[in-house]
């Protein structure tokens, strides 16, 4: 049940009004979490600032989705979940590799244990120690993909938190 509506531009407050019509005059429909958040003029421009900065992470595309659809599973975002399993499919990725991302795991233990990690910033972040991030380096993980993972989860917390408190389902 959505709990707050999707905004149209000339609804929305004046910030969030030239965000959505510039989204919908360069590409088309702002889709329904983007004219939602649209309800916060700050919100939106911070979502969609992080977004973009996040697209030019060093994290491959498809380990990307993977590490998505672990965080989404945790975080319970049917949206977000069926999203990036889409993107994780058009990346390559097969339903094998999607169903064991959904499960925190990969066949590849460098993969694996990066996504491990992206988990537990998710769930337990307290939890970390020296010998969590000498494993990561041990693995060949850079410090920026390192960096780069805490950003991955953070921006699908925002997106998966935000569609279960505004009730927005696929």
Known sequence: MRRLTALQPEQAPARSREILTEIIERRGPAGEMIS???HSPALLEGY???SRAMKRVK???????KIS???QEW????MCRQAHEQAALAA???EQDVKLARQG???DAREAALIGVAVRVLVEPASFTDEDVAMLRAHGWSDRII???VGLVTLNLLTGAFNLLTGIEP
């Open 147 to 149: 960096a780069e993972v």
């Open 105 to 107: 795991a990969s066949t």
């Open 59 to 65: 994290i491959p595309r498809p380990l990307a989705e």
């Open 92 to 94: 390559g990725l097969s």
């Open 36 to 38: 939602t958040m649209a």
């Open 48 to 50: 969609l600032a992080f």
């Open 69 to 71: 659809l672990a965080v």
């Open 75 to 78: 975080i319970g975002c049917a």
